[in-house]
């Protein structure tokens, strides 16, 4: 009967750390990601249909122009910002887009740097403790 329970805190021990492994994996890619996202913030992640491209201020500017001049039966808008205006719209949607993208990066690398302690810990753990049991079950 000891025997058997021995088997089981094996089974358990080492399905414990093989989830730990495979969660390790994961994280590190999610980690690795974010690291990525964080270099280069104004690229990082996907923009939503439709919405201006932030790449260079005369994309952007083609991109507000075009989206004026929309809607031929629809009422139209007929207000076409300055050169100033659209400068500052610019600026402050690719500040937006920059803040966002370094938030949504330290956001995931905390996380992740948590999981990985935690996944190495459960391993380290449960792996010593397989260690003796299987002493054990073997002695």
């Known amino acids: 009967m000891e025997k058997s329970s021995k088997v089981g805190a094996q089974i358990y021990g080492y399905a414990v750390c093989l989830i730990a492994v495979i969660t390790l994996l994961i994280t590190i ?23 201006p491209s932030l790449a260079s201020y005369e994309n952007y500017k083609m991109d507000v122009l075009k989206s004026t001049q929309k809607g031929e039966g629809a009422a139209q808008s007929s207000y076409v910002p300055d050169e100033k205006t ?31 302690i935690i996944c190495t810990t459960l391993f380290i753990t449960h792996w010593r403790w397989m260690q003796k049991v299987a002493k054990s079950v073997s002695a």
Request: aromatic fraction near 10%.
């Open 86 to 116: 659209l400068l500052a719209m610019y600026e402050s949607a690719k500040n937006d887009k920059i803040q966002s993208s370094k938030l949504s990066a330290h956001r995931s690398m905390t996380i992740s740097i948590m999981l990985i």
């Open 29 to 51: 890619t999610t980690f690795v990601n974010a690291y990525f996202d964080l270099q280069d913030p104004l690229h990082a992640g996907w923009q939503p249909q439709g919405s």
